[in-house]
């Protein structure tokens, strides 16, 4: 899961959910504002290997 957190000027913080890093991507080259791109891993996520 990819987590897009967007702080705009003067206004609250938005997070966006995303399922693959190619969506998250995406989102995040179109976003204007300060944006953190996060990836969360979850310790017994069976897609992971």
Wanted: charged share 25%.
């Amino acid at each position: 899961m990819w987590i897009l957190t967007v702080y705009s000027e003067g206004k609250i913080p938005a997070l966006f959910e995303y399922n693959t890093e190619k969506e998250a991507l995406e989102a995040f080259n179109k976003v204007k504002g300060c944006k953190i791109l996060s990836e969360v891993i979850y310790y017994n996520d069976t897609k992971i290997s």
